[in-house]
């Protein structure tokens, strides 16, 4: 294809409305990463919690964003994707903002007398409510926009997009803490996100699924979830999958306590979270290129080795500079098994059940947000705060990640000596 098809390929391949959500989908993800990088830091520091009450407080707000479009897909599906992306907007920017006021002092005679911890439960389920209509609602616009030539080049421009706000976020979070204060990074992602809301009432247009697709109901969905929980195999894979992205959110809970704690506490921790997103944009297509041939099994086995070994470079030498080097190394492994993980959903799901089984993909980042939170504010607390020797934490990561590729490799083994009829 020459670069005359190509951009004949960008004009008319999509709807309009494709890149009104796909760029709505840049902003929320600025606001949800930038706002991210500083959460655990914002919580020990500013608001006074431990590094355990930190972590609980941040697994419910991650585990419930990414568990909740399970069901909130059902609700977007049912509304309209231009009335829920209104109302996913209008609750993150109202979220973000009350987050963001806990700290503020011109706020603190509101919080004064009441239990900050649970205030913050409160406010933290709330916003998470409001961001599990946004993946549905933008994957759903994706589907309904592209035609049959441009889908797959639609959803990779999405992954791209994502990645970009997932990378430009972090980088505004940091020159907003270090002008302003950290608590108004959270005042940056409730603005993005209200800008967001004027966005979609003024341009996007709901287009109709031609291929007249049946939304399941909200019973229908409970009584799927049942399906697949009841699968072993497919939840033996999820939950091991589940270590990968444990060992991953650790990027956001640990990296930036050690950083401040025992590197500098001016460091851009921000920024240095943001190399992974970075190293993703820019190499993305390389390591899809290497491991196209590659079966998907091999992939993700790779995948978790690269990752796992990032932790170890870590180790070796915990400089920023060495941090950053092992992130982007974890970013390399992310991308050699990413691609793939939903192909190898497809295979492991029953036949005639595989759009269903793809549906709950996103159950292993909500399950690793649920424990990795407390998980990583626990062993923090362990090893850098009560037996200071912080350095003990990245060996453990490359521990997990060990297990995640050895459990990987022999539930390869077992299931492929598994008949077909036993799916």
């Given at each position: 294809m020459n670069i005359a098809e190509g951009m004949n390929k960008l004009r008319e391949g999509f709807h309009p409305t494709f890149w009104i959500a796909n760029?709505?989908?840049l902003f929320e993800r600025l606001a949800y990463y930038g706002q991210a990088t500083v959460l655990s830091i914002f919580l020990r520091d500013h608001l006074h919690f431990t590094e355990i009450e930190s972590g609980q407080l941040s697994s419910i707000f991650g585990g419930l964003i990414y568990a909740l479009p399970i069901l909130g897909g059902t609700l977007a599906?049912?509304?309209?994707?231009?009335?829920?992306?209104?109302?996913?907007?209008?609750?993150?920017?109202?979220?973000?903002?009350?987050?963001?006021?806990?700290?503020?002092?011109?706020?603190?005679?509101?919080?004064?007398?009441l239990p900050l911890y649970w205030t913050l439960v409160v406010i933290l389920v709330f916003t998470a409510f409001g961001g599990s209509f946004i993946k549905p609602a933008v994957l759903g616009t994706?589907?309904?926009?592209?035609?049959?030539?441009?889908?797959?080049?639609?959803?990779?421009?999405?992954?791209?997009?994502?990645?970009?706000?997932?990378?430009?976020g972090p980088a505004i979070a940091y020159f907003v803490r270090d002008s302003v204060g950290i608590e108004f990074v959270y005042l940056v992602s409730a603005l993005s996100c209200t800008l967001m809301f004027f966005v979609n009432i003024s341009f996007y247009k709901e287009v109709k699924d031609e291929a007249g697709t049946e939304t399941a109901s909200l019973g229908e969905k409970l009584k799927n979830l049942v399906v697949v929980l009841r699968n072993g195999r497919f939840m033996v894979f999820l939950l091991i999958f589940s270590l990968f992205w444990i060992m991953f959110w650790q990027i956001f809970i640990i990296v930036p306590y050690y950083v401040t704690d025992y590197i500098s506490s001016d460091a851009p921790f921000e920024i240095?979270?943001?190399?992974?997103?970075?190293?993703?944009?820019?190499?993305?297509?390389?390591?899809?290129?290497?491991?196209?041939?590659?079966?998907p099994q091999t992939a993700i086995v790779a995948g978790f080795a690269v990752s796992s070994c990032s932790w170890l470079l870590i180790a070796l030498s915990p400089s920023i500079w060495m941090i950053v080097a092992g992130i982007v190394a974890f970013s390399i492994g992310e991308m050699t098994q990413a691609p793939r993980y939903y192909e190898y959903i497809s295979d492991l799901a029953p036949k005639g059940q595989q759009g269903l089984f793809q549906g709950y993909a996103f159950l292993p980042i909500a399950i690793a947000w649920a424990v990795g939170g407390t998980f990583g504010g626990w062993i923090y607390t362990t090893y850098?705060?009560?037996?200071?020797?912080?350095?003990?934490?990245?060996?453990?990561?490359?521990?997990?990640?060990?297990?995640?590729?050895?459990?990987?490799?022999?539930?390869?083994v077992v299931v492929a000596k598994l008949k077909p009829r036993d799916a």
């Open positions: 760029g709505m989908e599906d049912k509304f309209g994707f231009r009335r829920a992306f209104s109302l996913a907007f209008l609750i993150l920017a109202i979220g973000y903002f009350l987050i963001g006021s806990t700290g503020m002092q011109a706020f603190a005679g509101i919080y004064d007398g994706v589907a309904v926009t592209t035609r049959a030539d441009t889908k797959s080049l639609g959803y990779a421009i999405y992954y791209w997009l994502v990645n970009i706000g997932a990378a430009a240095i979270q943001s190399a992974g997103a970075w190293g993703i944009i820019t190499l993305q297509l390389v390591i899809n290129r290497l491991t196209k041939n590659v079966s850098a705060r009560e037996a200071g020797n912080p350095d003990t934490i990245w060996f453990i990561l490359f521990g997990i990640g060990v297990l995640a590729t050895l459990l990987m490799w022999g539930y390869n």
